[in-house]
């Protein structure tokens, strides 16, 4: 792989997600790689329909550019499959990831489905609306790194597939206000109603109890999802399964403590300090060492699943 489009992914992941980047360490060298240049071709994604830089710069208002920018994505993701010579660094990353793992060309399409749904502004009235959308921009891209580390069972693509959605439904957890400050609101309108909160006012301070209310149903729903993906490290290799139980642990840590802050918890951005990251990387090993003596436990029914 070249080395410069590999440093440009490992910059592109320090800077954008430093929850994954310590994650990202553990792997061993090739899966690390192709990791960290996935996570660039996504974040680039994000970025350009957003007009971001690593997830940060966006404000309410101009959007008009953004379905252009998200065909030329599209258009792009077609191409690199379709093998021609790709020139954007995070494009030329993702053509090495996708031919060196086979992964079908309908997830990472599906992934940017996601995208069209914030650029169409999608409104989510019930939970599986929300739920959906969860699978669109965090499930599929659970898929999608299983595959990096050697996985292609279905079932194990399930659990990889909950651990993205657990991700997503605890990022919406700790970003109602900021998204909700920009347009964009992730709780289903359903929930809003019940408390009696109007989607015009999600991040007006007046609302935060009964925000936190929301907030909890999220992180607690996002609990089953964590037990399935937890159950499905056990087939995945000792390396992999390490930095995915490290990964798993960062994450809902950060849902716990979005729980734990209540009223107060957008006061200032949910995050894990190093301390933290370092016992939850301890955390992950003892999860991914007992794994290799467990059995799979059965998929609960009553999750989200994805279409095979």
């Known amino acids: 792989m070249s080395t410069t489009v590999v440093e440009?992914?490992?910059?592109?992941?320090?800077?954008?997600s430093k929850s994954f980047?310590?994650?990202?360490?553990?792997?061993?060298?090739?899966?690390?790689?192709?990791?960290v240049m996935l996570y660039a071709w996504c974040r680039y994604c994000d970025d350009v329909v957003d007009g971001q830089d690593h997830g940060h710069g966006q404000v309410d208002g101009d959007r008009t550019a953004s379905e252009a920018r998200l065909r030329e994505l599209e258009d792009l993701t077609r191409r690199a499959y379709a093998g021609e010579p790709?020139?954007?660094?995070?494009?030329?990353?993702?053509?090495?990831?996708i031919q060196r793992h086979a992964i079908p060309e309908r997830y990472p399409l599906e992934h940017l489905a996601g995208f069209r749904m914030d650029v169409e502004e999608r409104v989510y009235y019930r939970l599986d609306d929300t739920l959906e959308y969860c699978y669109h921009v965090a499930g599929v891209v659970g898929i999608m790194?299983?595959?990096?580390?050697?996985?292609?069972?279905?079932?194990?693509?399930?659990?990889?597939?909950d651990l993205g959605m657990a991700f997503q439904l605890t990022n919406i957890a700790r970003d109602i206000v900021e998204d909700a400050r920009i347009g964009r609101i992730y709780l289903p309108r359903e929930w809003l109603n019940e408390v009696g909160i109007p989607?015009?006012?999600?991040?007006?301070?007046?609302?935060?109890?009964?925000?936190?209310?929301?907030?909890?149903?999220?992180?607690e729903l996002a609990e089953p999802y964590y037990d399935s993906a937890?159950?499905?490290?056990?087939?995945?290799?000792l390396r992999s399964a390490w930095s995915i139980a490290t990964a798993r642990a960062v994450y809902r840590e950060i849902g716990l403590k979005v729980n734990a802050r209540g009223p107060?918890?957008?006061?200032?951005?949910?995050?894990?300090?190093?301390?933290?990251?370092l016992r939850l990387v301890i955390r992950g090993a003892l999860r991914a060492l007992a794994s290799r003596a467990g059995r799979s436990s059965p998929r609960p029914a009553n999750l989200w699943t994805r279409s095979r």
């Open 199 to 219: 989607a015009s006012e999600v991040a007006d301070p007046v609302h935060r109890s009964r925000l936190a209310i929301l907030a909890q149903r999220l992180v």
């Open 8 to 16: 440009h992914a490992t910059q592109s992941i320090n800077v954008g």
């Open 21 to 35: 980047a310590a994650a990202a360490k553990l792997f061993d060298e090739q899966t690390r790689q192709s990791a």
């Open 86 to 97: 790709m020139n954007e660094p995070a494009f030329a990353a993702f053509q090495q990831v």
């Open 264 to 277: 107060k918890a957008w006061d200032s951005r949910v995050s894990t300090s190093t301390a933290d990251k």
């Open 230 to 237: 937890a159950t499905g490290i056990a087939d995945l290799p």
């Open 145 to 161: 790194m299983a595959m990096l580390m050697g996985a292609h069972d279905e079932d194990t693509l399930d659990r990889a597939c």
